[in-house]
């Protein structure tokens, strides 16, 4: 299984990217796929990643980060086997590594903001974004 994430790049502030990820290896149909980036290290010192936005694999709801609700939207192809982030408006604060992941299918038990519970992973797109 490979997911292999693109359309990162360097934006001044209030312009827009589309992230891409394309899946093989694996269909998406049903999964649920989480866009993260980098969040501050856990009281262990681990690295954590916070969930941008996902949808979930058991009804096609879409979630957000509290902080990119009205800016980002997360969406699927299916006939591609791809899932996007249309990134509007962008801040300083959004830049980070954004990495594409994605639960097995019927995992819906398990909590979707947790970075921990996803099996597969891309090796993250760099977004810049500039004052």
């Known amino acids: 299984v490979q997911l292999v994430e693109s359309g990162g790049g360097l934006v001044q502030a209030g312009g827009s990217l589309r992230l891409s990820c394309v899946a093989s290896?694996?269909?998406?149909?049903?999964?649920?796929i989480g866009w993260f980036r980098e969040g501050p290290p856990n009281e262990r010192g681990r690295v954590s990643y916070?969930?941008?936005?996902?949808?979930?694999?058991?009804?096609?709801?879409?979630h957000y980060l509290d902080s990119v609700k009205g800016r980002f939207t997360i969406s699927r192809d299916r006939n591609k086997n791809m899932v996007f982030l249309q990134m509007n408006n962008l801040e300083v604060g959004d830049t980070a590594v954004y990495y594409c992941?994605?639960?097995?299918?019927?995992?819906?038990?398990?909590?979707?903001?947790?970075?921990?519970?996803?099996?597969?992973w891309g090796r993250g797109t760099q977004v810049t974004v500039s004052s």
């Open positions: 992941a994605a639960m097995r299918r019927g995992d819906y038990s398990k909590n979707p903001r947790a970075d921990n519970e996803y099996d597969y």
């Open positions: 290896g694996v269909t998406l149909d049903d999964h649920t």
């Open positions: 916070i969930a941008v936005a996902y949808i979930n694999g058991s009804d096609g709801s879409t």
